[in-house]
């Protein structure tokens, strides 16, 4: 089993949908996660941390589900400016800092 | 404040053949670290350091890749001899250290080796 894992997309979407991300983890001792957002050919960049208790940007709502070593990110409202590659990302801490990206679900939205 | 700054951009070499990135992170980031990110894959860890000391070199094919940052400051990785399967972007992030910092990257090099 890999050690992050992702749906596997492509997601193709309306403007204005609402569309979910799914990512699993292997490691139980994981201790923080992330979503990056990857523009194509560009740099992968922070779209937000995932805490505990679950959190919110705007139109974006992550969610962490330990005890099912589950990430979620849902998008609402999708804007073309959303297309773009999505990465899950767990922080193992084996070594202090041992960040796995996970494949990347990509999003298109469509006009 | 200004970014991670990687070099070259793009580079094209014959396989066998040698080649060499240099990344600069961001002022006052301890930690550096290296991926490889083949087309339609993540981002996969080469080597973290902890300024100028490795913390991770599980994934770095030591056979015939070698990175350094003998300062804590600049790193450079470096490929010798390369492979046809050596063609991805590699792509430099760094962050200050703490477990739940942000990694910043630079805009990556597209290596391609034919």
């Known amino acids: 089993r890999k050690e992050v894992e992702q749906d596997p997309g492509p997601f193709n979407v309306p403007e204005g949908a609402t569309v979910a991300f799914n990512c699993t983890y292997s490691n139980s001792a994981s201790q923080s996660f992330f979503w990056y957002r990857q523009d194509c050919r560009k740099e992968p960049k922070l779209l937000m941390s995932?805490?505990?208790s679950g959190n919110e940007d705007g139109r974006f709502t992550a969610q962490l589900n330990r005890a099912s070593q589950y990430i979620s990110l849902l998008i609402r409202d999708s804007k073309l400016s959303d297309s773009a590659t999505y990465l899950c990302v767990v922080n193992s801490d084996n070594y202090g800092q041992n960040f796995v990206f996970g494949p990347g679900t990509r999003l298109s939205v469509l006009p | 404040e200004a970014g991670v700054a990687q070099s070259p951009r793009y580079k094209i070499i014959e396989k066998r053949q040698s080649v060499a990135f240099w990344c600069n992170p961001i002022s006052g980031h301890a930690t550096l670290y290296w991926y490889q990110q083949i087309l339609g894959q993540g981002p996969k860890l080469l080597i973290q350091?902890?300024?100028?000391?490795?913390?991770?070199d599980s994934q770095l094919p030591k056979d015939r890749f070698s990175a350094e940052r003998l300062k804590g400051v600049d790193s450079t990785l470096k490929i010798q001899p390369a492979k046809l399967e050596d063609s991805a972007v590699y792509l430099c992030a760094s962050s200050s250290g703490l477990a739940d910092n942000e990694q910043f990257f630079g805009p990556g090099t597209r290596l391609t080796v034919l």
């Open positions: 350091f902890q300024n100028n000391g490795v913390v991770d």
């Open positions: 995932v805490y505990s």
